[in-house]
């Protein structure tokens, strides 16, 4: 005879996640939509989708410990709302925003007693994982570890940054993207049509349209958006296109500040500029800004850029990146932003050379490689008799003293003559420096030829 389940049939009672039966009229309406059955999830194909990963371990209960990382209104917290539904094992939310370590424990306690009672595993959900620090994060380690609990974590923010590294070993991530337009569609759709959320409700094709493009790929952000423009249409009325626009206005621009879309949309902005795509370099970085980060950070990355990716192939893009900002700071948006799009076009329609890097680099290495090699005697400082008797600066030859100003002579170690760490590239300005390089080297072979006139600006 099998034994009662202490701790409830299928998931623990006081624990329960809520069902749209569950909730109250009066709850936001992305919470009454919520899925409860696989078959009722939207997007996330990629793991979700039939006979991916994520829904087979879900099918089969057969799920072990996984980190779901994906942005806001994504479906992490339904998914594992979803596995609760699934699963025989007990299912125990935990937030790590509004609960600490001594909940984890009382958990594990349930648990352990659970599994020797009856056998039956528990599913511990942290919703916001990232928001415990490391050493909270190894309170469930051993557990884990042991199989007392499976664990899924939820975050927003890289798992490799905010997940400790033996928790990352011992679960799967899944990686979940921003709903696109036609799943969002989806959703508002059945939003129109759910007993439990605004059936009957009239809404123009284009309000819909718009609202599913302009939600970030947000089913919470579309959900909650067209409850406030059914409130603005108000009882009986038509959802407009207008209605949703005023219901959008009424929402935060979505930021994420020093999360990893930030970072991702700089790094967009950057890999742009550098390869010379002047449009998809002003995309991003209006994107960056639409989304309420500081215009700042553009220009930081854009004087950056100026030195690593244009260099010397063209010396005004820097000097150009440094007067957009300084005008930025001076007129403010929106009059400074044409300052930053003229800096933007020029630097991604630049000339582009990396010798700067290189050369530095390099001159970098040699340091390191030879950190104690003397001065050579000639150009060594000589401010002392003493210095001067023991042949500091001797054999110094002035380079000004020349017609052509170029007196050849030694200036690295000795170990290092010959080295070069600077090679010009072939493109804009440096194919001048090329020529000069290569005249003095001349000089030094004993060959007097002046030097060419190329032009600087040819590419």
Known sequence: MKEPDLFGDRFDAASAPETRDDLDAGAPLAARMRPRHLDELVGQEDILGQGR???????KDALGSIILWGPPGTGKTTIARVIAGHTR???M????????????REIIREAEMRLKVSGRRTILFCDEIHRFN???????LPHVEAGTVTLIGATTENPSFEVIGALLSRSRVFVLKPLSPENLLALLRRALTDERGLPGTEVDDEALTFLSQQADGDAR???NTLETAAALAGSGHAIRLAHVQDALQLRFAHSDKGGEEHYNMLSAFHKSLRGSDPDGALYWAARFIEGGADAKILFRRALAMASEDVGLADPQALAIAVAARD??????PPEGYLAMAEMIIYLATAPKSNTSLRALRAAFDAARETPAEPVPMQIRNAPTGLMKELGYGAGYRYAHDSPDAYS?????PAVLRGRQFYEPGPFGFERRIAERMEWWASKRAGDA?????GNGGDT
């Open 449 to 453: 030829e002046p030097p060419g006139t």
């Open 53 to 59: 990963p994520l829904r087979e371990l879900i099918r």
């Open 221 to 223: 952000r579309a959900l």
């Open 89 to 91: 094992a007990a299912f």
């Open 93 to 104: 939310p935990f937030s790590a925003v509004t609960e600490g370590v001594p909940r984890v």
């Open 327 to 332: 005008a930025f700071q001076l007129l403010g």
């Open 408 to 412: 050849p002579q030694e200036y690295l």
């Open 134 to 140: 490391k050493a909270q994060q190894d309170a469930f």
